[in-house]
């Protein structure tokens, strides 16, 4: 049975910074596509950054601000968050797929095969 268990995130103000952490366990070989999405309230699932053994890839709104990075011994995934915005605010979701996908091909949520539980993530002003 595969999980996808998360941790880390909170509340900081405008500019601080945040990591989240996923966990997966059950996983036959290292996610070969991991990803962070988000969903504000009353807004749908939105991509933030995947790492896969293609690449890297962000949405443009937290290029340069957001870091994505894996620790493939323990299965982890990590989304260091910096300068963070009021606009930032939502929960946030691991994700993995199991098989590559390439820049926008990433982007989707259906193309994830597991889930994590979600952390909420508020910034203020």
């Known amino acids: 049975q595969v999980q996808l268990v998360q941790s880390g995130g909170g509340s900081v103000q405008t500019g601080g910074s945040l990591r989240l952490t996923c966990t997966a366990s059950?996983?036959?070989?290292?996610?070969?596509?991991m990803a962070w999405f988000r969903q504000a309230p009353g807004k749908g699932r939105e991509f933030v950054a995947a790492?896969?053994?293609?690449?890297?890839y962000y949405v443009d709104n937290v290029k340069g601000r957001f870091a994505i990075s894996r620790d493939n011994n323990n299965n982890t995934v990590i989304l260091q968050m910096d300068s963070l915005k009021p606009e930032d605010t939502a929960i946030y979701y691991c994700?993995?797929?199991?098989?590559?996908?390439?820049?926008?091909?990433?982007?989707?949520?259906?193309?994830?095969?597991?889930w994590g539980q979600g952390t909420q993530v508020t910034v203020s002003s």
């Open positions: 994700a993995d797929r199991n098989y590559f996908c390439y820049d926008s091909g990433c982007y989707s949520a259906s193309v994830y095969d597991y």
């Open positions: 790492d896969t053994w293609l690449g890297k």
């Open positions: 059950g996983l036959a070989d290292s996610g070969y596509s």
